[in-house]
C-alpha cells in the first residue's frame, strides 16, 4: 500500500493531502481594531508535484485577478492534484477595501519585496508574503491589470531569456508575450534571485471588470497548471514562440482633449496617425503619430491629457515576427469581440 503524502503546512495549519482548505496569516489591524488577514486558499494535492502560487491584487484596485482566482477555485481538485495549489485572491487587502493601488502608509507594494518585519505597514505585508508564500513556491503566477484609466491587452511580461519562464509564457496562451526585466522591489523580481520563475499577467483596466481579460486569465492558469503536470489534460491553443523586442510609451505633446484614432491591439505603422490633441477652445488639431511599426498593448481611456502623459504603449518586434503576431491578436480579437 502506496504511503499517503505528507500534509503541506502554513500558517500553523496543516492541510492534509488530497483536501482543500483556508489558511487566515494575520496581517495587522484596522482603527477601530479590527483585525485583517491574509486569506489563502491551500490546495494540496494526493500526488507530489510542484508549489504554485498564484497571487492577485498586489495593486488593491487591479479585479480581474481576484475574478480570475475566484473562477479557477472550481476548476482545482485536491484528490486529482499533483503538488500544491496556493492561492491568494486578494493580496493587497488595504488597498481592495480603499479601492486604492496603495496601502494606507501611500506606499506600492510591489516595491517593498523582500520587506522587513520591523518596517512600516507595506514592507511588513511583503515580508509575509515572502515569509510564507514566496519561501514555499517553485513557480509563481502574478495576476495584474492596467492602472485607473488604461486598458492593457492581454499579455504576459517575463524575462523570454529564462528558458523556465518563458515556457510558462507559450504555456499560458496570452495573445502576447512581452520581455520584460523586473524591478529588484517587485514580487517578481524578487521571486527570480530567489530562484523561484515567475510570469505575471497583465490585462484590462483598474477598477474595472474585463471579460477578455478574465477568461483568457482563466484559461492561461490552467494551461499553466497542465503544463507543470499538476493537472491532466491538453493544453488550449494560444500564442506562438514569438516576444516582443522592446516597448514603449508615447507620450502627449500638448495639454487638451485627446481625439483616439486606433483601438487596443491594432497593429501601426511609422508615421500612422493614432490620435489628434485638441485645445477645448479652438479648432486646430496637433498629430500623435507613431515613431516605429508596432501594436499597441496598452492605451489611455480618458480623453484628456496633460503634456508628457502616457497615451499608448506600443510593444515591438524583429523582421517580420510582427505578422505572425498581429495573426494571431486578429484572431483574438474576433473570439472575445
Not at 477601530?32 to 498586489?58: M, R, S
Not at 490620435?275 to 477652445?281: G, K, N
Request: with cysteine.
Amino acid at each position: 500500500m502506496a504511503k499517503k503524502r505528507d500534509p503541506f503546512e502554513i500558517g500553523g495549519i496543516q492541510i492534509a493531502a488530497g483536501s482543500q482548505n483556508t489558511v487566515r496569516l494575520p496581517v495587522a489591524r484596522l482603527y477601530n481594531d479590527t483585525p485583517v488577514d491574509l486569506q489563502v486558499e491551500v490546495f494540496h494535492g494526493n500526488k507530489p508535484g510542484p508549489v504554485l502560487l498564484i497571487c492577485a491584487a498586489i495593486h488593491g484596485d487591479e479585479l480581474n485577478g481576484i475574478e480570475i482566482c475566484r473562477r479557477l477555485q472550481g476548476r482545482i481538485n485536491p484528490k486529482a492534484l499533483h503538488g500544491t495549489v496556493l492561492m491568494v485572491p486578494v493580496v493587497n487587502v488595504f488597498g481592495f477595501i480603499q479601492k486604492s493601488r496603495y496601502l494606507p502608509d501611500r506606499r506600492d507594494l510591489n516595491r517593498c519585496f523582500p520587506g522587513s518585519d520591523k518596517g512600516a505597514l507595506t514592507s511588513r505585508l511583503a515580508h509575509l508574503v515572502t515569509r510564507e508564500l514566496i519561501s514555499r513556491a517553485t513557480h509563481i503566477l502574478d495576476l495584474h491589470t492596467g492602472a485607473i484609466h488604461r486598458d492593457n491587452l492581454p499579455q504576459i511580461r517575463c524575462d523570454t531569456e529564462n528558458e523556465t519562464m518563458m515556457a510558462m509564457a507559450r504555456a499560458f496562451g496570452a495573445p502576447l508575450i512581452m520581455h520584460n526585466e523586473a524591478k529588484s522591489s517587485s514580487l517578481r523580481g524578487y521571486a527570480a534571485k530567489a530562484g523561484v520563475p515567475c510570469i505575471l499577467y497583465e490585462a484590462g483596466e483598474a477598477l474595472r471588470f474585463s471579460d477578455a481579460a478574465i477568461r483568457t486569465g482563466l484559461k492561461g492558469a490552467v494551461n499553466l497548471l497542465r503544463h507543470l503536470g499538476m493537472q491532466k489534460g491538453r493544453l488550449t491553443r494560444g500564442t506562438s514562440d514569438v516576444a516582443s523586442i522592446r516597448s514603449y510609451w508615447i507620450r502627449s505633446e500638448a495639454d487638451g482633449l485627446v481625439l483616439q484614432k486606433v483601438k487596443l491591439g491594432q497593429r501601426v505603422n511609422k508615421g500612422n496617425i493614432l490620435a489628434y490633441l485638441a485645445s477645448p477652445h479652438s479648432q486646430d488639431t496637433l498629430p500623435i503619430r507613431a515613431p516605429s511599426d508596432g501594436i499597441v498593448i496598452g492605451i489611455t481611456n480618458i480623453p484628456v491629457t496633460n503634456e508628457g502623459e502616457g497615451l499608448y504603449h506600443i510593444a515591438q518586434y524583429a523582421g517580420d515576427e510582427i505578422e505572425t503576431v498581429n495573426e494571431q491578436l486578429d484572431e483574438f480579437l474576433m473570439e472575445y469581440a
